[in-house]
């Protein structure tokens, strides 16, 4: 199976920006989608964004041209850049993996732990 640690989290001032950072582990995989979501207290879980194998990119309205989705395959890692942070923008944020093992057809998904990101006013 395949582990999501993310990192990158924390406290910032509005009009700041965070990077996070999210590495998958585990037995021979090969990562199809990489997304990132949120939830806010008292909400529903949202995408924010999300970065197929091809490079392809889709965000969600509120976070366009604020957040930035990007992926290094050779480190199965994914990365959110978020700049212009509002206070709206705080939730904790999941980072989400469809993958196949290798030799295996079946598609699976894979949830990190998620992580904490507040903005301050």
């Given at each position: 199976?395949?582990?999501?640690?993310?990192?990158?989290?924390?406290?910032?001032?509005?009009?700041?920006?965070?990077?996070?950072?999210?590495?998958?582990?585990?037995?021979?995989?090969?990562?199809?989608?990489?997304?990132?979501?949120?939830?806010?207290?008292?909400?529903?879980?949202?995408?924010?964004?999300?970065?197929?194998?091809?490079?392809?990119?889709?965000?969600?309205?509120?976070?366009?041209?604020?957040?930035t989705i990007s992926r290094d395959n050779a480190k199965n890692t994914v990365y959110l850049l978020m700049n212009s942070l509002a206070p709206e923008d705080?939730?904790?944020?999941?980072?989400?993996?469809?993958?196949?093992?290798?030799?295996?057809?079946?598609?699976?998904?894979?949830?990190?732990?998620?992580?904490?990101?507040?903005?301050?006013?």
């Amino acid at each position: 199976q395949v582990q999501l640690v993310e990192s990158g989290g924390g406290l910032v001032q509005a009009g700041g920006s965070l990077r996070l950072s999210c590495a998958a582990s585990g037995s021979t995989f090969s990562i199809n989608t990489f997304a990132w979501y949120r939830q806010a207290p008292g909400k529903q879980r949202e995408l924010v964004a999300l970065i197929t194998s091809g490079g392809s990119t889709n965000y969600a309205n509120s976070v366009k041209g604020r957040f930035t989705i990007s992926r290094d395959n050779a480190k199965n890692t994914v990365y959110l850049l978020m700049n212009s942070l509002a206070p709206e923008d705080t939730a904790v944020y999941y980072c989400n993996a469809d993958y196949q093992l290798i030799g295996s057809p079946q598609f699976r998904g894979s949830w990190g732990q998620g992580t904490q990101v507040t903005v301050s006013s």
